[in-house]
């Protein structure tokens, strides 16, 4: 157990809505950052937040957001999702000096 | 953006035997993580390197940093079924704000 939250574990939803993933850093860890891993594939940065302020982005999409909130928990916004979005999305965690990331388990979402 | 190759690909392996995946840069980089994920599993930190040459291992893993810091390998002896999985190497992107990982060895350890 890496205490970072993910929720929830599973998502299913069509083509067009929009969802939320939520993750919770493990405690006292400042730094959050959003992956996104399709199929057998490897894990491509989208964003990071530090104590509730964008950090660095990477390939996020305009239809998707996230913000980190005061009690750093933070959320990742999909919208008019495509069935290409389909993939698992793991939120990270890190703190103080140490560069080191805990994943957690990932929010494995299906487009249909 | 940074560029990260590790390779193989994929390795099938016989139970008992070493496996070694290498990682890659153009240019030369800061550290090195190494991370491994088993099926259906998340990504779990292994290591990090951050000197030149450095060497460290952890039980049957042996880990390198390559002295012009561009490269990295990760080296198993005598495999066990255990191995099994997704090993990524991670490295800071150009301007140090976030890690960019490789694609990945896949490991397959037959018993």
């Known amino acids: 157990d890496s205490g970072v939250t993910q929720t929830p574990k599973h998502l299913i939803t069509a083509t067009g809505q929009r969802v939320t993933l939520r993750c919770s850093p493990r405690?006292?860890?400042?730094?959050v950052y959003w992956y996104q891993q399709s199929l057998d594939q490897g894990l491509q940065f989208l964003i990071q937040y530090y104590n509730g302020e964008e950090r660095a982005k990477g390939n996020i999409l305009e239809r998707f957001s996230a913000q980190q909130f005061p009690d750093l928990h933070s959320e990742l916004n999909l919208s008019s999702l495509e069935l290409g979005d389909s993939a698992l999305y793991f939120c990270?965690?890190?703190?103080?000096?140490?560069?080191?990331?805990?994943f957690g388990p990932g929010t494995r979402l299906t487009v249909t | 953006g940074q560029q990260v190759m590790q390779i193989p690909q994929y390795q099938h392996v016989q139970e008992g035997e070493d496996f070694t995946t290498y990682c890659n840069s153009s240019?030369?980089?800061?550290?090195i993580q190494w991370y491994k994920q088993r099926p259906g599993g998340h990504p779990v930190f292994l290591i990090q390197?951050?000197?030149?040459?450095e060497v460290k291992k952890q039980k049957r893993l042996t880990f390198q940093f390559g002295e012009a810091k561009k490269n990295s390998s990760l080296h198993i002896t005598a495999t066990q079924t255990t191995d099994v999985g997704t090993y990524f190497c991670?490295?800071?992107?150009?301007?140090?704000?976030?890690?960019?990982f490789g694609p990945g060895t896949r490991l397959s350890v037959l018993p």
């Open positions: 240019t030369t980089l800061s550290n």
């Open positions: 405690s006292g860890d400042l730094s």
């Open positions: 390197l951050v000197k030149s040459g």
């Open positions: 990270a965690s890190s703190g103080g000096s140490s560069l080191k990331q805990y």
């Open positions: 991670a490295v800071l992107n150009n301007y140090g704000q976030n890690f960019v």
